[in-house]
């Protein structure tokens, strides 16, 4: 049991940097920093609370949340989706939404715990980690490439239909060609 949850936790890094979708900015090297305590090594229990530390695994179940009317269930996370003027009682997408779903918020709120937990039991065990650097170059990174990709997106915005068309077909030939790369 011990290796699967040791695994569980290497896999962290992978599980915040893909994370359904959303960026959670997770600080890489914490998971090996925090793996590689051994005197005394974390208990059972200290692991278990950081495996679930929000009490479930939200990623079983991506989209859903906890339904604060009824203990126990799960609700689909609607917070991106409007009235339907067209349709009274139904709801459409929200193509301006560009806000936090609550699910997102969810994921971040587990992140954030998991890092504090982490940082707890390593300063239990004497060993001082500060990850406020590494989150800061990480999130100044992850901005500089969306700025990338939105001058992208607007240069290409104003090529003719036809040398988008090509462009879209390279880049998806190339994106193809690393989904069934070989290591």
């Not at 991506?62 to 989706?81: A, F, I, W």
């Not at 992208?152 to 030939?173: I, S, W, Y």
Request: with cysteine.
């Amino acid at each position: 049991m011990l290796i699967t949850i040791r695994r569980r936790i290497k896999a962290f890094d992978e599980l915040y940097r893909y994370c359904h979708g959303y960026h959670i900015n997770w600080p890489s090297g914490l998971t090996e920093k925090f793996l590689s305590i051994d005197n005394p090594t974390p208990t059972i229990l200290q692991l278990s609370k950081l495996m679930e530390p929000l009490g479930w695994n939200i990623h079983k179940y991506p989209g859903y949340l906890q339904d604060p009317d009824r203990k126990g269930y799960l609700k689909y996370d609607y917070s991106h989706y409007i009235p339907n003027p067209d349709k009274p009682g139904r709801m459409k997408w929200n193509d301006d939404y560009s806000g936090t779903t609550e699910y997102e918020k969810l994921l971040r709120e587990e992140a954030q715990n998991r890092i504090q937990i982490m940082l707890e039991i390593m300063k239990s065990r004497g060993i001082d980690y500060d990850p406020t650097p590494i989150l800061e170059k990480q999130q100044k990174e992850y901005e500089e490439q969306q700025r990338q990709a939105t001058r992208k997106r607007e240069e290409r915005l104003k090529l003719p239909a036809e040398e988008r068309e090509r462009l879209f077909n390279e880049d998806m030939e190339e994106i193809m060609s690393g989904v069934f790369r070989t290591k």
